[in-house]
């Protein structure tokens, strides 16, 4: 499966922005996908994700509350709402598919094996 991110760009403190995440090939239900986001000399990290057959989100305990993650299947897009904006949210933000997923790995990056190219997010104070 290969993945296209969008939608990144800059933002001031207390702005929305939403990114896009859609997927060619193989059908969108049967991965698990997830949002993750890296910073600057920091690590991968997780945002939000959605088991394959789940439509139920799973979100980094910080980012729960302002960050939103939907999905459309029809359009093999799943997306990344992200409100309240702060500059510590400034990172490049992946989108991640993998097949054989289970939930004490979903926020591990090492478990998705196809990763989108990145978009830029920059929130300025």
């Known amino acids: 499966v290969q993945l296209q991110a969008s939608g990144g760009g800059s933002a001031r403190a207390g702005d929305s922005l939403g990114l896009s995440c859609t997927a060619s090939?193989?059908?969108?239900?049967?991965?698990?996908i997830g949002w993750f986001r890296q910073a600057p000399g920091k690590e991968r990290e997780f945002v939000a994700a959605?088991?394959?057959?789940?439509?139920?989100?799973y979100y980094a305990d910080s980012l729960r509350g302002r960050f939103t993650i939907s999905r459309d299947n029809a359009k093999n897009t799943v997306y990344l709402q992200m409100n309240n904006l702060k500059p510590e949210d400034t990172a490049i933000y992946y989108c991640?598919?993998?097949?054989?997923?289970?939930?004490?790995?979903?926020?591990?990056?090492?478990?998705?094996?196809?990763w989108g190219q990145g978009t830029q997010v920059t929130v300025s104070s």
């Open positions: 991640a598919a993998g097949g054989g997923i289970i939930t004490s790995t979903i926020r591990i990056p090492d478990a998705y094996e196809y």
């Open positions: 959605f088991k394959r057959y789940n439509s139920n989100p």
């Open positions: 090939g193989r059908a969108f239900s049967a991965y698990t």
